[in-house]
């Protein structure tokens, strides 16, 4: 087989943004740590802070999670005491999720671990929003 038509693993566009997702979950770990959140627990927490009360349908929409991610990923955030669940009156099958006052409290934290890992990137500001617009591309390309 000629070497042009090889698929070599380090050539694939998938494996690279594997390997740069992986990297990001981890320079975000010791940032989270002392938080006791994980990173996907990080992404409802920064969601939440951002526009509050949610119902979990659009959390998990924002989030690009399915509800079966989304409502672990809840119930132990309320758990620990930083989201509160409270059904719809109007309609009991909708939840909304809120943070608590401890949840709120860490805002300082949550918002500082953005420009840590920024620093971390080695990327300017237009690197970082370039790249930024590029993934939401193959995230959420249009559709004609």
Known sequence: ?????????????????????????RQHKPFLEP??????????????????PLPVGALGAR????????????????????????????????VFVDLTARGRALEPEIRGITDQIKSACQLTHRGIDDLRRTLEGLAHPAVD
């Open 1 to 25: 087989m000629p070497q042009a038509s090889r698929d070599h693993l380090g050539q694939q566009l998938s494996f690279a943004l594997y390997g740069a997702a992986n990297r990001m979950i």
């Open 35 to 52: 938080l006791g959140l994980t990173f996907p627990q990080y992404l409802v927490v920064l969601a939440l802070l951002d526009d509050a």
């Open 63 to 94: 989030l690009d999670m399915d509800t079966g991610t989304i409502t672990p990923l809840v119930k132990r955030l309320e758990a620990i005491g930083m989201v509160t669940r409270t059904r719809d009156v109007a309609d009991e099958r909708r």
